[in-house]
């Protein structure tokens, strides 16, 4: 055994904020189905397949992290489902010894075909986004995508016996901020959660403006105060998420807050994009090219591990979005992996 090599590889991470980092989350695409308005442009330009990490350089990555004490594993994209072949990534991270939580992050629409086979590899959480229940408006909002599609999604993935389901909404003022209380009492008949989330300045979408289009955390709470009674939770995923219950239901509501109630004091993760870049903010360009490390040298985990170690020391202490200023993230979120 290469001892020097194992010295270097910690079994935790830890960066210069003394955060541990212990959730990774991969884009494994930026494709997609749906072009969601706040996520994209209308003409998005998508990444060439031969600049794509492979499934084996994925897996090798979320390995690698597992090895470095991470213990929750996120797919996202893109719309991870239209990748081809990517149940072997599931089926693969799944195995992992040390990974307690693979989840999945998806528009919903391919999950009639998948969803059996997610929860055979060992997906256990599935968040699904869904903005609105109105066929037209959902339409508008991912520019051409039908709801009934994501109905039967979210059929299927129930069936499939996923416990743990959650809705993903991004509410914007004058499109579908008035669908909050619909919304939760959806999400209380199919017994599954809800995160409302607040739309960041990611990238240059054309559709609308978004420091107009604001709504605010706080202001759907009080929206919803006047339906429900919301009981705050020391509940915690492991994410930004602030969680409510409504008393009697199990559904929680959850509020991704980026704007209201910077979350950075307590972040745990970092995020690798389908080109293989470790982006280790959200709202920061701080990152490593893992792409090149793992190309550099094929089949070689403990440098792979070296230069993920290294990376803490680039951890930025947090974001500084400004929905008032032209964007200074040029990617999209499909790049960035929600
Ligand atoms: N295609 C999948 C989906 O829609 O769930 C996974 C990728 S998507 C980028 C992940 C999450 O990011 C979705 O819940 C989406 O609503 C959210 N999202 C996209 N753009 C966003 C933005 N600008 N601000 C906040 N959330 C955004
Ligand atoms: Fe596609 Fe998800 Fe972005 Fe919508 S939010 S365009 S579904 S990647």
Not at 72 to 91: A, C, Y
Not at 186 to 195: H, K, N
């Amino acid at each position: 055994m290469d001892i020097q090599n194992q010295a270097q590889s910690p079994s935790e991470l830890i960066d210069r904020y003394r955060r541990r980092v212990s959730y990774l989350r991969i884009s494994v695409t930026d494709r997609c189905d749906l072009r969601c308005v706040y996520c994209m442009s209308e003409n998005m330009k998508f990444l060439p397949r031969e600049s794509l990490l492979t499934l084996e350089e994925i897996i090798q990555v979320g390995r690698s992290f597992v090895d470095l004490g991470v213990h929750k594993i996120r797919i996202t994209g893109g719309e991870p489902l239209h990748r081809r072949d990517i149940l072997k990534v599931f089926r693969e991270l799944g195995e992992l010894d040390g990974l307690r939580e693979l989840a999945l992050t998806t528009n919903g629409t391919q999950l009639p075909k998948f969803a059996h086979e997610l929860r055979e590899a060992g997906v256990s959480r599935i968040n699904v986004s869904l903005d609105t229940l109105r066929p037209d408006r959902y339409t508008a909002i991912t520019r051409n995508g039908r709801i009934e599609r994501v109905f039967a999604g979210l059929d299927a993935a129930q069936d499939a016996g996923f416990s743990r389901i959650k809705l993903n909404a991004v509410i914007l003022k004058n499109r579908n901020h008035d669908e909050i209380h619909e919304l939760v009492a959806f999400a209380i008949e199919r017994g599954i959660d809800i995160s409302f989330i607040e739309e960041m300045p990611l990238g240059v979408v054309g559709d609308h403006d978004r420091a107009e289009c604001y709504y605010s955390s706080d202001q759907i709470r009080e929206d919803l105060g006047a339906h429900y009674t919301l009981v705050p939770t020391a509940e915690n995923t492991g994410g930004p998420s602030r969680y409510f219950r409504v008393p009697g239901v199990e559904t929680r509501i959850g509020f991704i807050s980026p704007h209201s109630h910077n979350f950075c004091e307590t972040c745990n993760r970092v995020r690798l994009t389908s080109e293989g870049r470790l982006l280790l903010c959200l709202g920061q360009e701080h990152s490593v090219d893992l792409r090149r490390v793992v190309r550099g040298n094929p089949g070689d985990d403990e440098a792979l591990k070296r230069a993920i170690v290294a990376s803490m020391d680039i951890k930025p202490r947090g974001h500084d979005f400004n929905l008032h200023e032209a964007p200074v993230i040029f990617r999209h979120m499909n790049h960035t992996g929600g």
